[in-house]
């Protein structure tokens, strides 16, 4: 409960703080298409692959494959997907909402 909190009064200070800054209205939601990106594409078609094959044909050359890699490229493929979860948040002071896709 106290992350829940202390989450939800950053996510309220930072967007009146943004729009302050800014100056700007609320924009409306478009949604982003992340599977249609090419970096998506081929990340979906050979990052099986490079996994697969990496000991053998790169980590004489670059050493092991550090943990992160495969933590960041899994998190860009989860990202903007509803199916994987999503959070909605919203601004105490102005009652603005948005939702995270993909935030689990």
């Known amino acids: 409960m106290i992350f829940s909190n202390y989450f939800w009064g950053y996510a309220t200070i930072w967007h009146t703080l943004s729009f302050i800054i800014a100056g700007m209205e609320a924009q409306a939601y478009h ?11 081929c990340l979906d078609a050979h990052f099986d ?23 960041v490229a899994g998190k860009f493929m ?17 009652a603005h909402e948005s939702i995270w896709a993909g935030a689990r």
Request: net charge positive.
């Open 31 to 41: 949604a982003r298409r992340p599977k249609s990106s090419p970096l998506w594409q």
């Open 49 to 71: 692959t490079f996994l697969d094959i990496y000991p053998e044909a790169y980590e004489h050359d670059y050493g092991f494959l550090r943990p992160i890699i495969p933590e």
């Open 78 to 94: 989860r990202c903007g997907d509803f199916a994987k979860g999503f959070a909605r948040v919203r601004c105490d002071h102005c």
